[in-house]
């Protein structure tokens, strides 16, 4: 047995300690959706059974709304209204505080019934997480960015969360069980952290800490000066295990998935066995297909990992949680110069949402037989 296949073995036992019908569910499924299929009507190559459509366009507004959709749509996720509804959050990458999220409301059958803005004024908001309790964080990727707390309802405003460190922010995943909150950071020399609040619930106050690494051993070191000034909170910790280039960051059943574009590697880091696994690395996969590793999602029917491509072939890609598998679910034609950002399933499982950011920004959902 080679490293790679212990690593992954390793992985899949981790898995099954934190929940058996993932990795039974996970071994089960070894086939794809088949070929896409040419490119519909909205430019998008698609399995069959599977359409799309576009719900929103740059500088365009919503259909049925007044609200005019932003520029470089980024991050989103999805929330569950009352009556069998949705709201799909989308992060806005401006810069020069021109960011901010937008969000579009749908109700049961699928129909938008409202767009609006829950908050603005920020800078470059790239991805972020959704929080137990219904709330959308979203990530400032700037050297003193912040991470912003967000109602999706648009009721309440939005609250900065200075706790949660001032850095090149990234994404951010919730482990439900303990309320600790995992964060990723967008530097070639970036760490990968975990904020670990005072009251499980309220993100106002608590410890950050960064992974360490130590003889092969990965620890937790706390960061003393959360607000990276004078000193940036990845240089404060001499045994930091660095990462190269923190993307997207999703939780399920007892492991933080997360990825790193520098290497276009997708890891895992089982919480409760404290080993992280390298799930897929483009130089050792093989079916190497997946470049520019960015956003990522799990969808909510199967274990899959569903990664969005920063380039590419403007691809979101599908990868098993064992990393011996990788396919392509849907890629984006006609855009070039642009970058596949924000997936997010509907709570069923049966629609998919996600962006091309640039040339305009366009954001999309799929429907079909999501298995």
């Given at each position: 047995m080679?490293?790679?296949?212990?690593l992954?073995t390793?992985f899949?036992i981790?898995?099954?300690?934190?929940?058996?019908?993932?990795?039974?569910?996970?071994?089960?499924?070894?086939?794809?959706?088949?070929?896409?299929?040419?490119?519909?009507?909205?430019?998008?190559?698609?399995?069959?059974?599977?359409?799309?459509?576009?719900?929103?366009?740059?500088?365009?507004?919503?259909?049925?709304?007044?609200?005019?959709?932003?520029?470089?749509p980024?991050g989103?996720?999805?929330?569950?209204?009352?009556?069998?509804?949705?709201?799909?959050?989308?992060?806005s990458?401006?810069?020069?505080?021109?960011?901010?999220?937008?969000?579009?409301?749908?109700n049961?059958a699928?129909?938008?019934?409202a767009a609006?803005?829950?908050?603005?004024?920020?800078?470059?908001?790239?991805?972020?997480g959704?929080?137990?309790?219904?709330?959308?964080?979203?990530?400032?990727?700037?050297?003193?960015?912040?991470?912003?707390?967000?109602?999706?309802?648009?009721?309440t405003?939005?609250?900065?969360?200075?706790?949660?460190?001032?850095?090149?922010?990234?994404?951010?995943?919730?482990?439900?069980?303990?309320?600790?909150?995992y964060?990723?950071?967008?530097s070639?020399?970036?760490?990968?952290?975990?904020?670990?609040p005072?009251?499980?619930?309220?993100?106002?106050?608590?410890?950050?800490?960064?992974?360490?690494?130590?003889?092969?051993t990965?620890?937790?070191?706390?960061?003393?000066?959360?607000?990276?000034?004078?000193?940036?909170?990845?240089?404060?910790?001499?045994?930091?295990?660095?990462?190269?280039?923190?993307?997207g960051?999703?939780?399920?059943?007892?492991?933080?998935?997360?990825?790193t574009?520098g290497?276009?590697?997708?890891?895992?880091?089982?919480?409760?066995a404290?080993?992280?696994?390298?799930?897929?690395?483009?130089?050792?996969?093989p079916?190497?297909?997946?470049?520019?590793?960015?956003?990522?999602?799990?969808?909510?029917?199967?274990?899959?990992?569903?990664?969005?491509?920063d380039?590419?072939?403007?691809?979101?890609?599908?990868?098993?949680?064992?990393?011996?598998?990788?396919?392509?679910?849907v890629r984006?034609?006609?855009?070039?110069?642009?970058e596949?950002?924000?997936?997010?399933?509907?709570?069923d499982?049966?629609r998919?949402?996600f962006?091309?950011?640039?040339?305009?920004?366009e954001?999309?959902?799929v429907?079909?037989?999501?298995?």
């Amino acid at each position: 047995m080679n490293r790679r296949n212990f690593l992954q073995t390793t992985f899949g036992i981790g898995v099954a300690t934190a929940s058996g019908t993932i990795l039974t569910a996970c071994q089960a499924i070894t086939a794809d959706y088949g070929p896409l299929l040419a490119a519909d009507a909205n430019g998008l190559m698609l399995p069959t059974g599977f359409t799309s459509r576009i719900v929103a366009t740059t500088g365009v507004a919503v259909a049925g709304t007044s609200h005019v959709w932003h520029g470089a749509p980024d991050g989103g996720a999805v929330f569950p209204t009352g009556g069998g509804g949705w709201i799909y959050t989308s992060n806005s990458e401006l810069s020069s505080s021109a960011g901010g999220v937008g969000a579009i409301e749908f109700n049961s059958a699928g129909t938008i019934i409202a767009a609006r803005t829950i908050l603005s004024g920020t800078t470059r908001n790239c991805a972020g997480g959704t929080t137990s309790w219904g709330t959308w964080l979203s990530c400032e990727e700037t050297s003193t960015g912040q991470v912003w707390e967000c109602d999706p309802t648009g009721a309440t405003s939005a609250v900065a969360r200075p706790a949660m460190g001032r850095f090149n922010h990234e994404a951010a995943a919730e482990d439900p069980a303990t309320g600790i909150f995992y964060l990723t950071e967008d530097s070639s020399t970036g760490g990968f952290y975990r904020f670990v609040p005072t009251t499980p619930g309220d993100l106002s106050a608590g410890t950050l800490q960064v992974m360490t690494e130590v003889s092969l051993t990965l620890g937790w070191a706390t960061i003393a000066d959360p607000d990276g000034s004078p000193t940036a909170t990845r240089s404060q910790v001499a045994t930091m295990k660095q990462f190269n280039g923190g993307e997207g960051c999703w939780y399920r059943a007892g492991v933080v998935v997360f990825t790193t574009k520098g290497d276009n590697r997708v890891w895992g880091y089982n919480i409760a066995a404290n080993t992280l696994t390298i799930m897929y690395d483009d130089n050792t996969s093989p079916t190497p297909i997946l470049t520019g590793v960015d956003n990522v999602t799990i969808s909510p029917k199967t274990p899959h990992v569903f990664v969005a491509e920063d380039g590419g072939n403007m691809e979101v890609v599908a990868v098993d949680l064992t990393g011996q598998t990788a396919y392509p679910f849907v890629r984006i034609t006609g855009r070039s110069g642009s970058e596949v950002t924000g997936p997010a399933f509907t709570p069923d499982g049966s629609r998919m949402y996600f962006s091309s950011q640039r040339t305009p920004g366009e954001t999309f959902e799929v429907t079909g037989p999501f298995k």
